[in-house]
C-alpha cells in the first residue's frame, strides 16, 4: 500500500511540475525553421515549375502538331468565297484582293456584316440556296473597315473560328460537338448563326473520327527468317545420337508467318495491337546418313569410336521397336525407324562404309505455333505516309509438333521433339510505316525483330533460343 | 478563441507572420515537452524544430474538433518518438548503469522542483524516459504506450515501474524526498 502511494507520488510529483512546464527556446531556432521552411516552398515552386512547364511543352508540342497537320480545306472557304460572290452582285465596295486567304476571309467577313444590317432577309435567302441575287445598287455606302472593327472584332473573332472548323474552336473544347457550336451561337445576329449552320452543315463529318480512337481489322504476313541465339545446347548432348555428329549444321528453315490482327488507334501517336499468327518453326538437316543394314550397324562399323558409338545407356535407348532418340539443337527428336534401318550420323569419311550408307536423307523437324501478340506502337510521322516504332510481347502457343525423315521426297520416319516447351514469350521490336489507300484501306509494312525469352525446349541443356527477323506486310480496314 | 483561429487560418495559408506567432506563442510549452523527451538540450532543438515543421505541413488537417495545443503536443510527443526509435535500432543495447551513476554534486537548485525534475528525467535510460513521460506527465495509457513504441504491454508496465523506481531512488539520494513528499 506504501508501494502503491509512493508510485502514484512520485507520478504526482512529476506531473504537478512538469505538465505545462515552459522553456523558452533558444533564439536560433525560429530562423533555422523560417528557413528550412524557405527551402521547401522553392522545392514545392520548383516542382510546381517543372510541372508546368512540362504541360506548356506537351501542349505547345500538340498545338504545332495540329496546326502544321491540318490544311484549311476548299470546304472552309468557300462560303468566305460565295459571301464575296454576293458582295460583287450587290456592287458593295469591293473587297480588296486578300494578301493571305485568313485575311480574305475576315474582309469579306466585315463587309457581309454591314450588308445583312442593311438586307438581313435576302442575305439570309441567299446563303440557303446560293443562286447568286439580282443586283441591287446604289443601296449601300462605302465601308471603313476600321469602323467595324472596333464594333465587331470579337464577333468576327468568334465566327472566323467557326468557319475554320478544325482550326481554332478545337483548342477550347476537346471534343467538338455540332450541339455546342450550335447552343453557343446565341449573341450573334440571324445572318451570323446562317453562316454558321451553313458550316455545320459541311463540316467534314468524319472530323470526330479524327481524334477519337479507331479500329483496324487486317491480315499480315511476313517471312521469318530464324538464327540462333549463340551457340545451342546440341554439343552438350553428345551422349547420344546429335544431328550435328552427321557434319552437317542443322539450318533453320525459311517460312511464312501470318495472320489476322486487329489494332486500336487511342490517338494519333499511340496504338495498340493484337491478333493470331500462326508460324513453325523448323528446322532442317541434311545429308544424314541412313543404315538400312539394321540397328547395330553403328557399332559395328564404329566400334569402340566412342564419339560416334552409342554407349550402353543408348544401346538401351534403341529399343526393338526400333526408336531413335537424336539430339537437334532444338531438343531430343524421337524418332520411330523402319525395322531394319538405323541412323547413321558420323560423317567420317571412311570409305570401307560409304556405300553402305545414303547419305541423302534430310531429317526436319517442325514445331508449330500460335502466336498472340501484345504491341505497342508509336508513330513518328503521320502524314500520307506514316512511321511509327513498335515494341511489345508475343506469347506463343505450342500447337503441333512433328520430325520426320525424308530420303528422295520420301518420309522414312517420323516422331516428335521431346520436351518442348507449351507456351513460350518473344519480344518484338520494329519500324513501322503506313501508307493510308483510299478511305479505308491501310497498307502497312513492319521490319520486325523477335527475340525468344525462353527456350524452346524445358530441359535445360537445350537452352535454345532463336530470334526471327521478318517484315511483316499487311493490309488492314479501318471502321 | 476566435483569434487563434484566425492564426491557424493564417498557417494554413502559409503565412509566415502567422506561423511565426505560432512559435512565439506555444514554442515554450513544446520545447518544454521536447526537454523532457530528450537525453539534452541539442537533442530537444532538433524535435522541436522538426516538430514545428511538421506542425506547419499538417496544419491543414487539424479539424478544430480537440485541443489545438494537444494536437501540437502529440505531434512533439510523436516526432520525439520517432527520433527515440531511429536511434534505438542502431543502439538497442543500453548500458542501464551508467544512469544508475550517483548524481553527485549538490548543486545548488534554485529552481529545484522543475530543473532538478527534468534532469532526473533526461538522465533515466532513453526507453524508461519515453515510457514515464508519456504514463505519468502526458496520460497514455499502457496500451497506448505498447502501439506507439512497438513493445508489449508488458514491457511498458515494467519499463514504467524501473523509471519510477530509479527516480525514487535518486530523488532520495539527492535528500529531498521528505521535502517533496511534505508538499
Not at chain 1, 105 to 134: C, G, R, V, W
Request: aromatic share 8%.
Amino acid at each position: 500500500m506504501q508501494n502503491n502511494t509512493n508510485k502514484e507520488n512520485i507520478d504526482q510529483l512529476f506531473r504537478s511540475k512538469l505538465e505545462g512546464h515552459k522553456v523558452v527556446p533558444p533564439p536560433g531556432i525560429w530562423d533555422g525553421i523560417a528557413a528550412d521552411m524557405d527551402t521547401r516552398k522553392r522545392k514545392k515552386r520548383a516542382i510546381w515549375i517543372i510541372a508546368f512547364s512540362s504541360a506548356a511543352a506537351l501542349l505547345l508540342a500538340f498545338m504545332a502538331g495540329w496546326y502544321f497537320s491540318e490544311k484549311i480545306t476548299e470546304t472552309e472557304t468557300r462560303y468566305a468565297e460565295e459571301i464575296k460572290t454576293i458582295d460583287n452582285n450587290n456592287d458593295f465596295s469591293k473587297p480588296e484582293k486578300a494578301a493571305t486567304k485568313e485575311e480574305g476571309i475576315e474582309k469579306d467577313y466585315q463587309t457581309n456584316e454591314l450588308s445583312t444590317e442593311q438586307e438581313p432577309t435576302n442575305f439570309a435567302h441567299t446563303l440557303k440556296d446560293t443562286s447568286p441575287l439580282p443586283a441591287q445598287k446604289g443601296k449601300t455606302t462605302p465601308i471603313k473597315i476600321q469602323q467595324i472593327e472596333s464594333v465587331e472584332n470579337d464577333k468576327i473573332k468568334g465566327i472566323l473560328a467557326f468557319l475554320k472548323p478544325t482550326g481554332l474552336y478545337k483548342l477550347k473544347s476537346k471534343k467538338p460537338s455540332r450541339e455546342l457550336i450550335a447552343m453557343n451561337t446565341a449573341g450573334f445576329s440571324d445572318a451570323d448563326r446562317k453562316i454558321i449552320e451553313a458550316n455545320l452543315r459541311n463540316m467534314p463529318e468524319n472530323d470526330d473520327e479524327k481524334n477519337k480512337g479507331q479500329w483496324l481489322l487486317g491480315i499480315q504476313a511476313s517471312p521469318a527468317y530464324r538464327f540462333e541465339q549463340g551457340g545451342s545446347g546440341t554439343d552438350k548432348a553428345d551422349i547420344i545420337y546429335s544431328v550435328n555428329q552427321s557434319g552437317a549444321t542443322p539450318q533453320y528453315i525459311t517460312n511464312v508467318t501470318g495472320g489476322v490482327k486487329f489494332e486500336y488507334r487511342t490517338g494519333k501517336r499511340l496504338a495498340i495491337h493484337s491478333g493470331v499468327n500462326y508460324g513453325e518453326i523448323a528446322q532442317r538437316n541434311a545429308s544424314l546418313g541412313v543404315s538400312f543394314t539394321g540397328h547395330n550397324w553403328l557399332n559395328e562399323n564404329f566400334g569402340t569410336d566412342a564419339m560416334y558409338s552409342p554407349g550402353e545407356s543408348e544401346k538401351n535407348s534403341i529399343p526393338e521397336t526400333n526408336n531413335t532418340v537424336v539430339a537437334t539443337n532444338i531438343g531430343l527428336a524421337n524418332i520411330e525407324m523402319p525395322q531394319g534401318t538405323e541412323l547413321a550420323l558420323a560423317n567420317r569419311q571412311n570409305t570401307t562404309y560409304a556405300n553402305e550408307v545414303t547419305r541423302n536423307t534430310e531429317f526436319e523437324q517442325q514445331a508449330g505455333y500460335i502466336e498472340v501478340p501484345l504491341i505497342l506502337s508509336y508513330s513518328i510521322i503521320n502524314k500520307g505516309i506514316g512511321l511509327y516504332v513498335l515494341g511489345g510481347i508475343n506469347t506463343n502457343i505450342l500447337t503441333s509438333n512433328n520430325v520426320e525423315l525424308v530420303n528422295n521426297n520420301e518420309v522414312i520416319g517420323t516422331g516428335k521433339i521431346e520436351g518442348l516447351n507449351p507456351l513460350t514469350f518473344s519480344s518484338s521490336l520494329g519500324l513501322g510505316l503506313n501508307y493510308t489507300l483510299g478511305k479505308r484501306l491501310n497498307l502497312s509494312v513492319e521490319p520486325t525483330m523477335k527475340i525468344m525469352l525462353n527456350s524452346l525446349s524445358n530441359e535445360a541443356i537445350y537452352e535454345t533460343r532463336p530470334y526471327t527477323v521478318g517484315v511483316y506486310t499487311g493490309l488492314s480496314y479501318r471502321f | 478563441m476566435e483569434e487563434l483561429e484566425k492564426l491557424i487560418e493564417g498557417c494554413k495559408l502559409g503565412k509566415r507572420d502567422a506561423q511565426a506567432r505560432l512559435y512565439r506563442l506555444y514554442s515554450p510549452e513544446l520545447f518544454g515537452v521536447c526537454l523532457r523527451y530528450s537525453r539534452d538540450q541539442t537533442e530537444a532543438e532538433d524535435t522541436l524544430h522538426e516538430g514545428f515543421m511538421k506542425i506547419f505541413r499538417k496544419i491543414g488537417q487539424f479539424s478544430h474538433k480537440g485541443s489545438f495545443q494537444g494536437w501540437m503536443t502529440r505531434i512533439m510527443i510523436n516526432t520525439a518518438l520517432g527520433k527515440f526509435r531511429n536511434r534505438y535500432k542502431v543502439q538497442p543495447v543500453e548500458d542501464i548503469s551508467a544512469y544508475d551513476r550517483e548524481t553527485g554534486e549538490n548543486e545548488a537548485y534554485t529552481n529545484l522542483d522543475t530543473d532538478v525534475l527534468m534532469k532526473l528525467i533526461s538522465e533515466l535510460p532513453p526507453r524508461y524516459r519515453m515510457v514515464f513521460n508519456m504514463y505519468a506527465i502526458d496520460g497514455y495509457s499502457h496500451s497506448e504506450i505498447a502501439g506507439m513504441l512497438e513493445i508489449a504491454e508488458g514491457t511498458s508496465k515494467s519499463n514504467l515501474a524501473r523509471a519510477r523506481k530509479i527516480l525514487q531512488n535518486k530523488i532520495i539520494e539527492m535528500g529531498f524526498i521528505d521535502k517533496v513528499y511534505a508538499k
